[in-house]
């Protein structure tokens, strides 16, 4: 408890810092700027370069599990001349944008499907960041947070065949614990949305109920029961507002809202919180693939929290030929370096698990291989 109450009083203070409530899960939504000066729109990454006084503006859309990474990244990085416009539209939003050319990175929790890719301008490279923990997070006056669940059970619960928090399903595995007859009410993503991939996946890997009602993980899919709401921000307000509430969150969110929330059933068959050092364990050991399209969903470590998400920022090989300005594209390695660099420590401190040392020098290199028009970028 001593950690989770550390860990919350750092989200609150990155809330203040980034506007993390801010994050929405709709394309339209405003801009999330590390400058406080006005920010360019991000209808064409020709005009991400800004020249006048030699700064330059990075525009990035998608993931709202990453927005505060980005913003506080950006903010760090304005006294040497470069500005983040990062919009927090949702991973699918931010695919959706890189493939027409309106933004010059993405940020995406589930990397791009080949389709996605095949559509896109060119070639892309992902990046793997940071990881953070998907809790299931509920409000249920009088009961913290650690009421045990395991996969199955979860699924039922967003299956709505578990409708009560008295349920003998729940109370199984909670021996001693007094749990009211409250009627539960699922919240759900209601946007294209990389939580949704990482979560649904979870519930697949556990559920084939699961698979076969509400289809295939994705970053949408048909929700058998409950309500939608737009972004982390939008499922947390959802919860707090709604006793009997259950739905999934990224921990940075649940703790700045301060959500109660669940100790899940790991593949090792142990009940994990979703703990920092507990999200750094779920990269511990898990396969990269030449493309860096890692997964840490079920992570096979004991120590793992099970329902962690990994998150990437996704680029083109060569930046220029998908038409973002040479200026622009310095700004991207800038940005990158820092972040793969520098950066890592601030992810820890906004409660974010970094990358282990192995993954980190293989996002460098392939960093080394971008190119604006067949050039190395400067």
Request: proline share 6%.
């Amino acid at each position: 408890m001593r950690n989770i109450r550390r860990w919350a009083s750092m989200a609150s203070a990155l809330a203040i810092a980034v506007g993390i409530a801010a994050c929405g899960g709709s394309s339209n939504s405003s801009s999330s700027s590390s400058s406080a000066a006005a920010s360019p729109s991000a209808s064409s990454s020709s005009s991400a370069a800004a020249p006048s006084g030699g700064s330059v503006t990075l525009t990035g859309a998608g993931s709202t599990l990453a927005a505060p990474i980005y913003q506080q990244w950006g903010s760090n990085l304005t006294s040497q001349g470069l500005s983040v416009n990062y919009q927090a539209t949702g991973s699918g939003g931010g695919v959706a944008q890189l493939q027409s050319g309106t933004v010059d990175f993405a940020g995406s929790d589930p990397p791009m499907k080949p389709a996605q890719i095949a559509a896109a301008k060119g070639p892309v490279q992902h990046f793997p960041i940071a990881f953070g923990a998907i809790t299931v997070s509920y409000h249920l006056p009088g009961v913290k947070s650690g009421i045990k669940l395991d996969g199955k059970t979860v699924a039922d619960i967003f299956l709505g065949k578990v409708k009560k928090w008295n349920d003998p399903e729940i109370k199984a595995a909670n021996a001693g614990l007094s749990l009211p007859s409250t009627a539960i009410t699922v919240i759900h993503r209601s946007d294209s949305s990389g939580t949704t991939k990482g979560f649904t996946t979870f519930l697949s890997d556990y559920s084939p109920a699961w698979t076969a009602a509400a289809g295939k993980p994705d970053n949408i899919v048909k929700w058998p029961t409950g309500t939608g709401a737009k972004g982390n921000a939008g499922v947390a307000a959802s919860i707090q507002q709604t006793a009997g509430a259950i739905g999934y969150v990224d921990q940075a969110y649940a703790l700045q809202s301060g959500l109660t929330f669940a100790s899940v059933k790991n593949h090792g068959g142990q009940f994990v919180a979703p703990t920092l050092p507990a999200s750094s364990a779920a990269a511990v050991g898990i396969k990269v693939p030449p493309d860096l399209t890692v997964s840490t969903v079920n992570s096979p470590n004991p120590a793992a929290y099970p329902i962690v998400s990994q998150t990437f920022v996704i680029a083109y090989k060569d930046v220029c030929k998908a038409g973002v300005s040479k200026a622009a594209a310095s700004g991207l390695k800038k940005f990158l370096t820092y972040g793969l660099g520098a950066g890592q420590a601030v992810e820890a401190k906004l409660g974010y698990a970094p990358l282990p040392a192995s993954i980190d020098k293989l996002d460098v290199a392939a960093l080394g291989k971008l190119t604006c028009n067949g050039s190395p970028l400067s």
